[in-house]
Nanobody, 115 residues
């Protein structure tokens, strides 16, 4: 059973930075796809950054401000968020897949950006 645990959320002023991390455990994790998604208040969850077959892809709303990276030593997935804006507020979820393509999600971590 794959389990994901996010950490690093919190309250920050606009223009500040946060670094999220996702620890993964369990057998059969795929290294081909991993990502971060965000559910803003009143909106559906949407992927903001992903690593897909070695390529990084970002939503336009975070391009140039967020950086997704994988720690090869411990298979953690990080999201460095700079120049945060109030519209970045939401619950951030780590997304990993197993070798068969089944999706797994963490519990989420709250990010709140004050204006």
């Amino acid at each position: 059973q794959i389990q994901l645990a996010e950490s690093g959320g919190g309250l920050v002023e606009a223009g500040g930075s946060l670094r999220l991390s996702c620890a993964a455990s369990g057998d059969g994790l795929s290294v081909n796809y991993m990502g971060w998604a965000r559910r803003a208040p009143g909106k559906q969850r949407e992927v903001v950054a992903m690593i897909n077959n070695g390529m990084t892809v970002y939503d336009d709303s975070v391009k140039g401000r967020f950086t997704i990276s994988r720690n090869n030593a411990n298979d953690a997935l990080d999201l460095q968020m700079n120049d945060l804006k109030p519209e970045d507020t939401g619950v951030y979820y780590c997304n990993r897949r197993n070798r068969y393509g089944r999706n797994y999600w963490g519990q989420g971590t709250q990010v709140t950006v004050s204006s």
